[in-house]
T-cell receptor, first 114, second 113 residues
Framework: AQSVTQLGSHVSVSEGALVLLRCNYS??????LFWYVQYPNQGLQLLLK??????LVKGINGFEAEFKKSETSFHLTKPSAHMSDAAEYFCAVSESGGYQKVTFGTGTKLQVIP | EADIYQTPRYLVIGTGKKITLECSQT?????MYWYQQDPGMELHLIHYSYGVNSTEKGDLSSESTVSRIRTEHFPLTLESARPSHTSQYLC????????????FGEGSRLTVL
């Protein structure tokens, strides 16, 4: 069975500061990993994904994440927070093959302080 | 921009009413999903479909039902709404051979009084 743990349901950063949102996963097979962003009253939008190959993946809006197999982590970072980054972020894991069940973390709400 | 649409976006309804939440996608995706989302909780899969005439229950037991008569359409129905059904319902889809990347609609927020 696969699972996702997101440390910190709420994270606050100052505008211009580093954003670090943590995600750890468990999976019995090599995982596919995702970060989604959800703005208020909207659905989820894919930020970035890791499938195979390069372990540092870049996404939209200046975000990136690094797949670390030894740490079973896929933390999301952005060097400099912008007010428009305030949203809820979900980490997700998918197992290859079959119906590709996707399991989501509980989400981290990012607040950006001016 | 994802081409998946949900209606209504917001619905307030009394107990015992029948409701249908609509979900349509124009991407030709075979796989479609319904998730239930409560504040501070992870998304819970309640229904999914591999294609036309295929429907399966997800991880979270739900009193809702779904149908898949057309590839692009995956409506969710509650025969008799109750306050415990108050939640946000998110529809998503993905194509054949995908790595699990989901395309989401904007959600339907249901409030049952």
């Amino acid at each position: 069975a696969q699972s996702v743990t997101q440390l910190g349901s709420h994270v606050s950063v100052s505008e211009g500061a580093l954003v670090l949102l943590r995600c750890n996963y468990s999976s019995s097979v090599p995982p596919y990993l995702f970060w989604y962003v959800q703005y208020p009253n909207q659905g989820l939008q894919l930020l970035l994904k890791y499938t195979t190959g390069a372990t540092l993946v870049k996404g939209i809006n200046g975000f990136e994440a690094e797949f670390k197999k030894s740490e079973t982590s896929f933390h999301l970072t952005k060097p400099s927070a912008h007010m428009s980054d305030a949203a809820e972020y979900f980490c997700a894991v998918s197992e290859s093959g079959g119906y590709q069940k996707v399991t989501f973390g509980t989400g981290t709400k990012l607040q950006v302080i001016p | 921009e994802a081409d998946i649409y949900q209606t209504p976006r917001y619905l307030v309804i009394g107990t015992g009413k029948k409701i249908t939440l609509e979900c349509s996608q124009t991407m030709g995706h075979d796989k479609m999903y319904w998730y239930q989302q409560d504040p501070g909780m992870e998304l819970h899969l309640i229904h999914y479909s591999y294609g036309v005439n295929s429907t399966e229950k997800g991880d979270l037991s739900s009193e809702s039902t779904v149908s898949r008569i057309r590839t692009e359409h995956f409506p969710l129905t509650l025969e008799s709404a109750r306050p415990s059904h108050t939640s946000q319902y998110l529809c998503a889809s993905t194509g054949l051979g995908s790595t699990g990347e989901l395309f989401f609609g904007e959600g339907s927020r249901l409030t049952v009084l």
